[in-house]
């Protein structure tokens, strides 16, 4: 965006500094006219932003109605394709919102998106009319969960595996250290261990496992384990998913999708939690390339390092987040009544 403003749209740019435009507005107008060329963009900037007075009095609705229609204008043949496109951008994602909510979103086609919508606000209001207490967002957002999970009502645990990491002080000692859940990120130690007591006390099975996780006590650097396989087995592979969290290029947030040999097997590199990293697609087909490099480094007690060697001989360090920190060897007494259910699901498995 910045560069569109200050190389393609100086008119724009010029109304936003002198506070004429919003920062969203002039987002819409640089977004909306990314499918044009460089000249036809630039000859739309000077047709809605030469003027101050063009776009006064317009809502952020109609700017963008605008801008997209003076794009459609110039250049119909690009807005026709980018909106073939946009059609196989469908997609669902996830991320956090505050308040230990999610923000569940789905990129549809304007039709499926409507009817999905308006499926959930009719069968709603049916349910409101017969007398529900919940509010009509209440029932969409239960209407929504249960359909695709198949659980009857949003409070209700969907019967798939969610991954909790969790310090056993923070489990069975009642203390405060956050605990990590994977795909969502830190939840407070309280919810976490409601959710356990939940899902070990459920009726279905197989309510709630556990598996242990060693950490360093200092650092809550991840304990690593062996394998001579070529891919990554499922155990190891959890191992460097919970070691890792999200993609270790830095400034990457993606999900982890590849579990990648740091050193390349053909180059002798061993299938390891040491020389494996947890990466996104995009990364791991980056760090294919001609030039790219990277080193793993632990020192004893401190968390997984892996040196990065761009094309362009800058280097960049990533170190794997630390986990909930372990109870101490000494450790005080655990008196938490969570204990014996616990213990008794160790002791099952
Ligand atoms: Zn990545």
Redesign the pocket.
Known sequence: MATALVHEMPRTLRLLEQGILSEWRATILVRETACLTREDRTALDFLLCADPSTLEGFGDQAVCAKVRAAAARIDAEAVVRRARKAVSDRRVTSRPAPDTMAYVSALLPVAQGVAVHATLARDADSILAAGDARTRSQIMADLLVSRITGSSTAAEQPAITVNLVISDQALLGGGCEPAYVQGYGPIPAALARQWVSEAASAESEPGASLRRVYANPQSGALTATESKARCFPTGLARLIDLRDKT?R?PW?D?PIRHHDHIKSRQAGGPTTAHNGAG??A??NYAKQGVGWNASAHQPPGKAHEIEIRTPTGHRYRTTAPPLPRPLPIDGTEVTSPLERLLIHYLHAA
Do not use: Y
Request: net charge neutral.
């Open positions: 993609c290029t990457c993606a990466l996104c995009a990364c």
